[in-house]
């Protein structure tokens, strides 16, 4: 009761304190969007290394086709956009049925075939220049609509709109590791041959797992669509949309579900606010430096190191 209600007065906080106190601060409003932005795919990316056992370096691959469906589907087919962003995430699933061939490889090997397919996207989306619009990227794509009177495409409602499918994505991942199918996935991680053995089909629970994180980060890339309201290859498929997750997620933790969004938002706001006003250039050099030293200090991560000094202080106390 006690930590479900801590759960409930959380996002309570999250969903009518932060609007109502930095609401009218445009400039921290959307350091909060980009770091929930940021924490949806380290979420995504944590999911896939934690359960599904695989390392990847191309989930820029699913936030660049999911953005990139989304705003084709608004601009030139006049779709909606929250569904546009929908299908831009089914279509993220999609590409990650090209994968498929990659699912036979193991640790490194299996994060560069990933990394070859996002560059893969990223030159297709250069060369169809008559639907992408080429190297020159698209504009103008629609902002998030105005529904019940509430502008989903202000700062706040982006916020909000970013918040709720992060905290869904926190969900599914909670409720697929407490099934079946995470008990199989916790056996195969132990021994894949002996899964095999008892009838777990492992290429299959290894393919769900990338779809699924294919899915939330195409919805993010989407949803980052319609709130720039400008893409280009370079930027939708950048690595640094698999780097920057891959360093929050390690750095908070990755084998938890809190870890990766608070270490999106540590990371980020500390690179931000901090570092980049001081060194406006080579910032992120610190924060490898950081996520180094938080591997040898903590390897579980940053959530995992306020745990273990909340359990000996409550120790102390009693």
């Known amino acids: 009761m006690t930590r479900t209600l801590t759960l409930a007065m959380l996002v309570i906080a999250l969903y009518v304190g932060v609007p109502l106190v930095f609401g009218h601060d445009l400039y921290l409003m959307s350091l909060a969007v980009a770091s929930l932005t940021i924490a949806g795919v380290a979420l995504a990316w944590a999911l896939l290394g934690n359960l599904g056992g695989m390392v990847s370096f191309g989930h820029s691959a699913f936030f660049g086709v999911g953005s990139y469906i989304s705003a084709l589907l608004t601009l030139k087919a006049g779709w909606p956009v929250f569904p546009a962003m929908l299908a831009g995430g089914a279509g993220a699933v999609i590409a990650s049925l090209a994968m498929l061939p990659a699912l036979r490889l193991k640790g490194p090997y299996f ?42 495409g202000s700062k706040t409602g982006g916020y909000l709109v970013i918040l709720t499918l992060v905290l869904v994505f926190a969900l599914a991942y909670h409720f697929l590791r407490r099934s079946y199918i995470g008990l199989a996935l916790r056996a195969m991680h132990e021994s894949e041959d002996a899964t095999r053995v008892v009838g777990v089909n492992s290429v299959m629970l290894k ?81 490898g430096m950081l996520l180094v030293t938080m ?18 202080g409550a120790y102390a106390a009693s």
Do not use: C
């Open 295 to 312: 591997i040898i200090v903590s390897p579980a991560g940053l959530t995992a190191m306020a745990f273990r000094k909340t359990r000996r």
């Open 111 to 152: 994060a560069l075939a990933i990394l070859a397919y996002a560059q893969i996207f990223r030159i297709l989306a250069t060369q169809f220049s008559g639907l992408t619009g080429g190297s020159g990227g698209l504009s103008s794509i629609p902002s998030l609509p105005t529904m019940a009177g509430f502008d989903f």
């Open 207 to 287: 393919l769900s797992m990338l779809m699924l994180s294919a899915l939330m980060t195409g919805l993010v890339g989407a949803f980052n669509a319609h709130y720039i309201n400008f893409l280009e290859p370079d930027y939708a498929f950048n690595s640094s949309w698999a780097v920057v997750p891959i360093i929050a997620a390690i750095f908070g933790g990755y084998r938890t579900i809190v870890g990766p969004l608070v270490g999106a938002v540590v990371v980020y706001l500390v690179d931000q606010l901090v570092l980049k006003s001081l060194l406006p250039t080579g910032h992120q050099i610190v924060l």
